[in-house]
């Protein structure tokens, strides 16, 4: 069974840093791409940053030169550094295991969710 385990979350002040960080656990043959998504309330949940398993990122345009998305060496592993952080950042932010081989086949997996809070 696969899980996806987000941490980094909380409460910063605008203008503030923050770091979340996925791992992805389980008997995992390969994932074709990791990212973060968010979703703040009465909104729908809205790509932030992708990257693959070759290193290629993509951002949304509202966090393009702010936040920089990376994949750790273990490569299960996802960190999105959010710097310059604003009231509209604020949001729930999942992490997003894309096309992952198991031995019971290929599927995606979402995160539980980490709250991020930016106060103004």
């Known amino acids: 069974q696969v899980q996806l385990v987000e941490s980094g979350g909380g409460l910063v002040q605008a203008g503030g840093s923050l770091r979340l960080s996925c791992a992805a656990s389980?008997?995992?043959?390969?994932?074709?791409?990791m990212g973060w998504y968010r979703q703040a309330p009465g909104k729908q949940r809205e790509l932030v940053a992708t990257i693959t398993s070759g290193g290629s990122a993509n951002y949304a345009d509202s966090v393009k030169g702010r936040f920089t998305i990376s994949r750790g060496n273990a490569k299960n592993t996802v960190y999105l550094q959010m710097n310059s952080l604003n009231a509209e950042d604020t949001a729930v932010y999942y992490c997003?295991?894309?096309?992952?081989?198991?031995?019971?086949?290929?599927?995606?997996?979402w995160g539980q969710g980490t709250q991020v809070t930016v106060s103004s």
């Open positions: 389980g008997i995992i043959f390969s994932i074709n791409a």
């Open positions: 997003n295991a894309d096309r992952v081989r198991t031995r019971q086949g290929t599927r995606g997996y």
